[in-house]
């Protein structure tokens, strides 16, 4: 994503522009039809604006100065709360334009035959389907979405992910995935297509991001259905006010009844008008602040449980823990040095390209001076590492050297006729205790002592952790150590609990435990054996770099491949939460000093007790009125910018944040409405209007 879009001031000139010309085009009856609070206002307008005709042409019930006002203030009221909804909708197009740029028509290599070597086929990239393999070559943009099947190579990912930074894309593994637009740097992919023309990640992003495309979210709904029945209420009340009037002057003989045109404004004004105008732009901005966080979310849905998480599931390295273990120390066992340990777990590492690895070649040379040898000169055999065996190591004039897992040695020392010491176990759970890994070095048949490889918990994290404990939420450390070292590593970096020695099954089984207890669980993964947690928890974060398989299993993707990323996410989510729950309070609390202006100028002629409801001292009834209304529309254009910026989200208690609510955006919507009111009559005042 362009940095540029991410940096959009909130009233980008670029952007209000065609967002006025929107808002015009939004009054149209069926676009209007959308929103049922804001269609009784634009039904409202057409009755007054049909009054104002009549009255230029015939007598009418109120003067046409002031039928002009109010008519003019209830259009004004529907272009705001259109303005709104556009601005937000302007930013997503913007966004979906700088993403449309990264989409381009390729010429795609395509093979008959899955092999480096064999003769590509110049085709455009539209004509690729699911299925169709290509080769990428330096300089060559992926022409589609898919996974690498052979080949390893360096990939510029910044049109889609804004950084600069290339990746390491290679087939097999967790990070085989290659998106349509990037760029491959060096060496050469052969990449399986994997969706269909129209089925992109860019496609799916543009998508998202449109406005006009997206789908209210239940909670969306659920306060639609909220405000549409206040709305029928209000209606219903308004309605029966005109036969009251007219019933009330009569049997008092006095007084005027109320006119039509008092009633519309009435209606307006009590009708929660400042949500129903801002709430759909709530929700699109919502949506584009998720994805100026480079985040896919396939579904609103999504992003609105993520506000309300009660579990977050965090992966242990990369996520809590920088990644890259390092070896911190050699510890021999009785019987040898720390040179001849060092000597020996410096040849084992001297083909391993890991972090690990090389960790282990530079405390070896720091620590007893063991320069780097000539691993040609030597002429010796590699064994690398795998899954199965779980070791690694190095066979030289002889000796056969390993390097790997405790069971793995074990194993090896054993096979090879020689015996496992006690001493060794003492030392792995000590190391193990620490909440660092023990990686066990043997020769043959005799073992030398461990390699301590220590996992550095990130800066922060510990203090994010706490933020989120005070929110309520529980965080879950998930991590393939042996519950010793998953117990350090998660007192060091302040998680709630921790699963270790985590396999596809227990995580699974750990989510649907949760979900049972009537809480919604969120977690990240990038590989294919994270696919069942992803489907089964209610957020699920799959990595961008990962596998087809998790970025399917899940319902967003994070095109940053940030573990982390998953705790903004839910202060996102929250976000939006709180910025819809803030400003429906205030519209509802803000109708109290309405009541106390329209009411008396309404219905003191026929009532005169009803002057003491005056108490803002209003400076006539027709004042009172035209102001309510200003008031009504003016507070829709005030709010825009809490709408598309959204409430300050602070990580407290859902107490506290309740009661913050009801103090800043419940007495303040009593309060700020009084003030406006009243100032507003002043200046129509002063101004001669009145």
Not at 241 to 254: D, I, Q, V
């Amino acid at each position: 994503m362009s940095s540029h879009l991410k940096n959009l001031s909130l009233f980008e000139p670029t952007l209000v522009k065609p967002a006025v010309l929107d808002s015009v085009k939004k009054l149209a009856p069926l676009a209007q039809l959308k929103n049922p609070v804001m269609f009784v206002v634009y039904v409202g307008s057409l009755l007054t604006t049909g009054l104002t005709v009549q009255s230029l042409v015939s007598h009418a019930e109120q003067p046409t100065w002031f039928l002009v006002a109010i008519t003019v203030w209830l259009w004004f009221t529907l272009l705001f709360a259109n303005f709104a909804e556009a601005l937000a909708e302007g930013r997503s197009k913007a966004q979906a334009a700088s993403l449309r740029a990264a989409k381009r028509d390729i010429t795609a290599k395509k093979l008959r035959e899955a092999r480096y070597g064999a003769k590509p086929e110049a085709v455009s990239s539209v004509t690729l389907r699911k299925g169709d393999t290509v080769l990428v070559e330096a300089g060559d943009f992926v022409p589609g979405d898919g996974k690498v099947i052979e080949g390893v190579a360096s990939v510029d990912e910044s049109a889609i992910t804004g950084e600069s930074a290339p990746v390491i894309r290679e087939a097999g593994g967790d990070f085989s995935s290659v998106t349509g637009g990037t760029r491959v740097l060096s060496d050469w992919l052969i990449v399986e297509i994997t969706v269909n023309p129209g089925e992109a990640f860019l496609d799916r992003m543009i998508a998202m991001v449109e406005g006009a495309k997206r789908k209210k979210t239940p909670n969306e709904i659920a306060l639609t259905i909220l405000l549409v029945a206040l709305t029928l209420v209000f209606l219903f009340a308004t309605v029966t006010l005109l036969p009251f009037s007219l019933y009330a002057t009569n049997e008092a003989g006095s007084g005027t009844p109320v006119t039509v045109t008092v009633l519309v404004a009435l209606l307006v004004c009590l009708i929660p008008t400042t949500i129903g105008g801002l709430l759909s732009a709530i929700g699109v901005a919502g949506m584009g602040r998720l994805l100026r966080a480079n985040v896919i979310a396939t579904s609103g849905r999504a992003v609105e449980a993520a506000g309300d998480v009660d579990v977050l599931l965090l992966d242990k390295t990369g996520t809590i823990t920088l990644g890259n273990r390092q070896a911190s120390a050699l510890i021999p066992v009785s019987g040898v040095t720390g040179l001849e340990l060092a000597d020996v777990a410096q040849l084992a590492s001297l083909a391993d390209e890991t972090p690990e690895g090389r960790s282990i070649v530079v405390l070896a040379k720091e620590k007893y001076g063991l320069r780097q040898r000539d691993i040609h000169a030597l002429g010796a055999s590699f064994v690398h590492f795998s899954a199965q065996t779980r070791m690694s190591g190095v066979n030289l004039d002889g000796r056969l050297i390993r390097k790997g897992s405790t069971d793995a040695i074990r194993q090896f020392v054993t096979e090879q006729g020689g015996r496992y010491p006690a001493e060794v176990e003492k030392i792995v759970d000590e190391v193990a205790r620490r909440g660092a890994t023990p990686l066990v070095v043997a020769e043959s048949q005799r073992v030398l002592g461990v390699v301590e490889l220590k996992d550095i918990v990130k800066g922060g994290i510990k203090e994010r952790f706490a933020e989120l404990r005070s929110m309520g939420i529980k965080t879950i450390m998930i991590t393939g150590d042996n519950p010793l070292t998953a117990a350090a590593i998660a007192a060091e970096a302040g998680v709630d609990d921790f699963l270790a020695e985590a396999r596809p099954e227990t995580k699974l089984a750990l989510i649907r435990e949760h979900q049972a207890q009537g809480k919604l669980v969120a977690m990240t993964g990038d590989g294919t054996n994270d696919a069942p947690a992803l489907a089964q928890a209610d957020v699920a974060v799959a990595m961008n770099s990962g596998t087809q398989a998790a970025k399917e299993a899940g319902n967003m993707v994070d095109l940053d491949s940030n573990p982390t990323k998953l705790i903004e996410i839910v202060e996102i989510g929250k976000q939006m939460l709180m910025t819809r729950g803030s400003l429906t309070t205030f519209s509802i609390a803000n109708d109290i000093a309405k009541y106390f202006a329209i009411i008396p100028a309404a219905f003191a002629s026929t009532y005169p007790v009803l002057n003491t409801l005056n108490i803002m001292n209003l400076a006539s009834p027709r004042s009172a009125i035209l102001s309510a209304v200003i008031f009504n529309a003016l507070i829709i254009v005030a709010l825009i910018p809490l709408a598309l910026k959204g409430v300050t989200y602070r990580p407290v208690g859902a107490a506290k944040l309740l009661r913050d609510n009801l103090v800043i955006y419940g007495l303040g919507g009593i309060i700020v409405p009084f003030i406006g009111i009243k100032l507003i009559d002043v200046l129509l005042a002063v101004a001669g209007l009145i």
